[in-house]
């Protein structure tokens, strides 16, 4: 089968680093994805790691051990708008992507 | 710059009716996929296509949905005869196609079936 696996939820305080890890299990695999989703809005990409090591984007960095299937996304210097859901997704066969159950992030002041 | 174009953003049906979700892809985007997401969960996939074709449906029910992106005109979804199972989040994202290109997202479809 095919899965995925974040933790359920992590707290944090702004200003704080969190990482968010991603562990996967797929038939096929193209790269890693991250995608972050607000309450009641759409998925906005993230990054997205095919190869092994780390992806800075300003205050997120993306990691990926393919040796490993093991992924994780970094958030630095914490805000609250990055209260969100984070879900990490494989590419596979196709062109599809399969998601993980995703991680409630809450950041609080 | 239009994004990812879907309507209606929210959809009430009663059980047995037919629901139409449209998706407009993004400005040069020939690839289309559809997911569903229930509630407090990941999103899953059900269907990737291109224009006139249907490249993978392996995450289609067998029964009640169908999709389609015809030559001109938005990409549908459609599901007949609904049941409250059915209640989701449908959302649509395009990409240029191929392993490298990232999907991006419309603002999605909440379907409420009564």
């Known amino acids: 089968g095919q899965s995925l696996e974040q933790p359920s939820e992590v707290t944090a305080v702004e200003g704080a680093i969190v990482q968010i890890n991603c562990t996967y299990q797929?038939?096929?695999?193209?790269?890693l994805s991250w995608y972050q989703q607000h309450d009641g809005g759409a998925p906005t990409f993230l990054s997205y790691n095919a190869l092994d090591g780390l992806e800075e984007t300003g205050r997120f960095s993306s990691f990926l051990s393919r040796s490993d299937s093991y992924g994780y996304l970094l958030l630095q210097e914490l805000q609250m708008k990055d209260s969100a859901s984070y879900f990490c997704?494989?590419?596979?066969?196709?062109?599809?992507?399969?998601f993980g159950t995703g991680t409630r992030l809450q950041v609080f002041p | 710059n239009a994004g990812v174009m879907q309507n209606p953003r929210h959809l009430v049906r009663r059980r047995g009716q037919e629901a139409r979700l449209r998706c407009s892809p993004m400005k040069g985007h020939s690839h289309v996929y559809w997911y569903r997401q229930l509630p407090e969960e990941g999103l899953k996939f059900m269907v990737y296509?291109?224009?006139?074709?249907?490249?993978?449906e392996s995450g289609m029910p067998k029964e009640r949905f169908s999709a389609e992106f015809p030559k001109e005109g938005p990409s549908i979804l459609r599901i007949q005869q609904v049941v409250r199972g059915d209640s989701a989040a449908y959302f649509c994202a395009s990409s240029r196609g191929g392993a490298e290109e990232t999907q991006y997202f419309g603002p999605g479809t909440r379907l409420l079936v009564l």
């Open positions: 797929t038939s096929g695999f193209y790269g």
């Open positions: 296509l291109q224009k006139e074709n249907i490249i993978d």
């Open positions: 997704a494989v590419r596979a066969g196709t062109d599809k992507l399969i």
